[in-house]
């Protein structure tokens, strides 16, 4: 009658380099983490580490996001302060989606890849807004344009990609 189980390893194993232990001492065979297959194949060992900070891609996303929403609102009270209230509505009218950005971009330490896809539909249609915008003469406008550029370049870098697909613990 054959034999159904499979073969186990033998209690010793050849060294490192085929031959027995060091001095001739047999190796007890213990199997390691790099016998085992992961989530990437069959040597986790070579597999990519997730990020464990914030690239500094994202860094600079939010950065520019604060940074154009500020001088979105300084530039219509500028306007405000010289055209009226009608002024500083149309200058600020240019980077409402800017405001929705800063809003995700406040997420970005915590959220997954669906905060990177809206971010980069948002910032695609406040492209839209501010060049719509610059060509009406809004002083807002190149503001908003130039802001949703930026962050739509830096949304898209592998960095930032790999950082919203890291595994999370749930509850944390």
Do not use: K
Request: aromatic share 6%; proline share 12%; with cysteine.
């Amino acid at each position: 009658m054959p034999n159904d189980f499979p073969r186990q390893a033998p209690p010793t194993a050849p060294g490192p380099y085929g031959g027995p232990g060091q001095h001739g001492a047999p190796v007890p065979y213990i199997p390691g983490p790099s016998s085992a297959p992961g989530p990437y194949g069959t040597n986790p060992q070579f597999a990519p580490a997730p990020p464990l900070s914030m690239p500094s891609s994202l860094r600079a996303a939010r950065t520019t996001t604060y940074v154009m929403v500020g001088l979105a609102l300084l530039a219509s009270v500028a306007v405000g302060v010289t055209e009226g209230a009608r002024g500083a509505g149309a200058a600020f009218g240019g980077n409402i989606f800017g405001v929705a950005l800063l809003v995700l971009a406040c997420f970005y330490g915590r959220a997954g890849r669906g905060l990177r896809v809206t971010s980069i539909v948002i910032a695609s249609v406040q492209i839209l807004l501010g060049l719509s915008a610059t060509m009406r003469g809004n002083i807002g406008g190149p503001i908003a344009l130039v802001g949703a550029v930026v962050m739509v370049v830096l949304l898209g870098r592998a960095s930032t990609g790999a950082w919203f697909r890291r595994p999370r613990t749930p509850g944390v």
